[in-house]
């Protein structure tokens, strides 16, 4: 009777085997704070009610890590890895540039500070039908001399041949891609996609989605915040250890973060955020983070019938062709990254039918509207308070740089009084509290851009100018064709522009 076990003894038995395998714990599902308890509201980002209990399983070493073969053969692996560094001198520390793969996307390659690093994690973030996949299957296309493998978890292969086919397709005045070295595999579990890199051996690594993926590891669901750390940190450790740039794609949430835990943008080494208006053809790709590079530059791209063109001369697109001069529609130079770049920036004031005044901004912040509106009211005596007033960058691309101030202020007025300002004039400053017109940086880049594009005057900061002292920074005026105009004052460009 030696096969008799009490059945009590073997569900209590049970219970305690489970109770001692798995873990369960809170996160927070906004910045993926980790918890032992529910929590009302996160201590770390002070949102209300996020909490939700995830099972965490403790790490097996039964479960194959990324090199399968190697951990089973030689026992522990941890050991190594976990050998611990001396501290040692900065200067005897060897440097040499990182080895940088350069793509066919000048684009591309410009946001990333010159090309992929190798070993690097790039995350790429972007609202759902932005063209996050299309960029990447288009990379992936484009390097015929590179092993490349496209991982997605949303979509089937046949979904992904379509678009490729799309793609690929010969365009008129340039061949079509080859797609050669271009591998797709349909898979959502880490453990699966592991086999499969050692078996490929790529050069590069691109996930579709981050949020589809699992990891055995852990017990909890796609997409949630354990889930997508761990298979996060998984990606991060093969991209060490093998030297192989990973790009993962991931969602964002409606507020425009990037959607899982904070923590992810602190894990991978460069954040690329895919922008723009669905219904505007541009996008932009900028870098929010960047270990290897600037993490202001950006690239433009254009959304076609057959994929992602670069726009490698911003300017020329952004303005619109026009002859006659136009009230309200002015043009600024500005800076994205350390390329300069002119806008069309335009207003329209009109009297309020309602009580409340409209104040709307597309592209600028509206904040920094109001403010534009209340120095021109209070230092320029303009009566704007009953005025409704709408500002647009054309394009449908963001401007963060300050230096379209003057620009702004000038279509303001331009509209309000209905006199059109010159289409051969551009406007460069800052505007500050007191009416003053403040410098800006880079201004020779900013007055050459203007000066190849043809304008005959830009209005910049007096502040620009050489100021009696040597400085570094001062400005030569005389190799300059395009006549400079120095303000000091906001009433000053008023008089200048309508006196
Ligand atoms: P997609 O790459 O699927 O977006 P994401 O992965 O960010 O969700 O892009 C889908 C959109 O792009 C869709 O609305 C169609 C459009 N598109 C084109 O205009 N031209 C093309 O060649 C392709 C492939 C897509
Ligand atoms: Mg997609």
Redo the contacts with the bound molecule.
Sequence with gaps: MSSFICPSAHSKFAHLNKLAKTKSAYFCQSCGYESPKWLGKCPSCGQWNTFVEEVVEKPNAAIPNWKSNNSSSNGPKSTSTQRANKAVPVNSIDFAEEHRILTPDKELNRVLGGGIVAGSLVLIG??????????MLQLALSMPAAKILYVSGEESDRQIKM?AE??SAPQPGAAGLSGTGCFILTETSTQNIFKQIEQLQPDLVIV?SIQTLYSAHIESTPGSVSQVRECTAELLRFAKESSTPVFL?GHITKDGMIAGPKILEHMVDTVLQ?EGD?HHVYRILRAIKNRFGSASELGIYE?????LREVSNPSEILLSQRDEALSGITISATLEGLRPMLIETQALVSTSAYGTPQRSATGFDTRRMNMLLAVLEKRCGFRLGTKDVFLNITGGIRVEDPAIDLGLAAAIISSHEDMPISSKTCFAGELGLSGEIRAVNRIEQRIAEAQKLGFEQIFISKYNLPSGKKDKNQLDLSHYKIEIKPVSRIEEVFGLLFG
Excluded: V
Excluded at 126 to 135: A, D, F, H, V
Excluded at 303 to 307: Q, S, T, Y
């Design positions: 972007g609202e759902p039908g932005i063209g996050k996949s299309t960029l678009r799309r793609i579709d794609i895919f669905r959304m076609l019938g057959a994929g």
